[in-house]
């Protein structure tokens, strides 16, 4: 099964990745977190990409289709994949098509999880995370127990440079500026499916779940 998730950052496409990624046994692949990664470990592609992700921006589209690439390489997605935060342009569904071409494979559905984003600006300013391990929280729908600080370490949680307001705001408008046509990219191959994203979680996963269970049979 080969699914692309789209929706603005906030639509809960992470959360839902990982509950398609248990029940499907695909990996969840998100660039955000490839490139996240590659900062955090001061590589080469990480010294590229840090001030573009600091302010919000788009990393070119030729950096994140290599990465791409290269991912789809590896023997885990034989099986498929389940795309978070990729692709976020048309010339990068368009270089996808061709990845996936060269592999003679095709997307199975892409997801489209709508949202507001006034409900984007809430849920995305009250995220923290450990800066130890990386586990995430939310302070309105999943609270650490004490205080702000980590259950597993202890540690002051922190706000993700890119989840403040501004930058959230900044993250949305751009979403939609370049990420929209990829709604009509999808549709015109008929392989669109539109979530309402601003339900409980668990609600949406088994929602999608079904949905993609009808899909593959
Ligand atoms: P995310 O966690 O998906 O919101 O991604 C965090 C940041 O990584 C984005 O704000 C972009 O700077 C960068 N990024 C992730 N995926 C892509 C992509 N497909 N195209 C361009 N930039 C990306």
Redesign the pocket.
């Known amino acids: 099964m080969r699914i692309v998730l789209l929706g603005a ?1 906030g639509a809960g496409k992470g959360t839902l990745a990982k509950d398609l990624m248990s029940h499907f046994r695909i990996p969840h692949i ?4 490839m ?1 996240r990664e590659a900062v955090a470990a001061g590589t080469e592609l990480g010294r590229k990409v840090q001030g ?2 600091e302010s ?4 070119p589209d030729e950096i ?1 289709n290599q990465v791409v690439e290269q991912r789809l390489s590896k023997s885990d997605c034989q099986n498929g994949f389940i795309f ?6 048309v010339p ?1 569904a368009i270089a996808l098509d061709e990845i996936l071409l060269k592999m003679s494979a095709k997307l199975d559905a892409v997801i489209y999880l709508e949202i507001s984003e006034q409900t984007v600006v809430k849920r995305l300013t009250s995220r923290r995370v450990c800066p130890k391990c990386g586990r995430i929280y939310n302070m309105i729908s999943m609270r650490p127990k004490n205080d702000e600080l980590c259950d597993d370490c202890g540690v002051k949680l922190i706000i993700r440079d ?1 989840d403040k307001e501004e930058v959230v705001r900044k ?1 949305y408008r751009l979403y939609h500026e370049m990420t929209e046509p990829l709604v009509s990219y999808y549709q015109d191959r008929n392989i669109l499916i539109r979530v309402n994203s601003e339900i409980d979680h668990q609600d949406l996963a088994s929602q999608v779940i079904k949905v993609l269970e009808k899909v593959i049979s």
């Open positions: 950052p998100s660039t955000g977190d490139f573009i992700l919000g921006s788009l990393v994140v978070d935060g990729y692709p976020r342009t990068q890119d993250r």
